[in-house]
């Protein structure tokens, strides 16, 4: 299953893509877009993405995850495009027979997709927009 | 001196900057990465003062920028990732 979407989330069908009978908890995150960044309003947000090398980064954070937390079924979408507030731009499914694994590998995925995945976001609002990260340096 | 040809792609500011999501570049032949981003430097004005590269990705993995480039390949800059 591809791991980026340009259509809106279904975190339900993302939770039963992964539970098993075995699983006694999942732990669902929802990224979602708001209404403020840094003291400016935001209304939208676009999201661009090199696409095939961020398909291999987030399966190689799912697969060093899941190897971390072996009893951890993970699933992981994020999507892309235009977004409005109130949108969830990722969803990540972390189950596993007890609830400690899951919690915990749900904020390392989150966590290391934010650090290395190839995906870019710029804000659009009243004062204009602009890609985010990209002040004055690389 | 012989020339080869890499797949240069652009995303996020750099997409905006070059007003194109992909060129060809022809190159010497041992020209790097870190080549490649000199010609950006050149090449688009706003980039001139960027005396280091972004993050690089060759043939869709990062690479360093010291990475000797064969005909055919694919390059991208990634400016500071913003996911999630």
């Known amino acids: 299953m591809p791991y980026l ?3 809106p989330i279904d975190s339900d069908a993302l939770v039963r893509s ?10 669902l995150f929802e990224g979602v877009v708001r209404n403020h960044h840094e003291g400016k309003r935001v209304e939208s947000i676009f999201y661009d993405c090199y696409r095939p090398m961020a398909e291999k980064e987030i399966g190689a954070i799912v697969r060093e995850v ?35 694994e899951s919690f915990s590998a749900c904020r390392m ?4 997709i934010k650090e290395t995945v190839p ?20 | 001196m012989r020339t080869m040809k890499v797949r240069l792609l ?9 007003g194109t999501g992909a060129r060809e570049l022809a190159l010497a032949d041992g020209a790097t990465a870190r080549d490649v ?11 001139a003062d960027y005396a280091q590269p972004p993050l690089i990705a060759v043939n869709e993995a990062y690479a360093a920028p010291e990475t000797v480039l064969r005909d055919g390949d694919e390059v991208a800059f990634i400016p500071p990732v913003a996911g999630g």
């Open chain 1, 18 to 27: 992964v539970l098993r009978n075995s699983d006694g908890a999942y732990v």
């Open chain 1, 109 to 112: 995925t989150i966590d290391r």
């Open chain 2, 10 to 18: 652009f995303f996020a500011v750099l997409r905006d900057i070059a």
């Open chain 2, 37 to 47: 981003w000199q010609w950006m430097r050149e090449s688009y004005a706003p980039l």
């Open chain 1, 66 to 100: 899941e190897s971390q937390f072996p009893d951890v079924a993970l699933a992981v979408l994020h999507r892309l495009g235009q977004l409005v507030v109130g949108d969830a731009s990722i969803a990540i499914v972390a189950s596993s027979p007890h609830r400690a």
């Open chain 1, 119 to 138: 995906i870019w976001k710029k804000e659009r609002g009243p004062d204009g927009e602009e890609w985010v990260g990209w002040q004055g340096k690389c």
């Open chain 1, 5 to 7: 979407t340009d259509d």
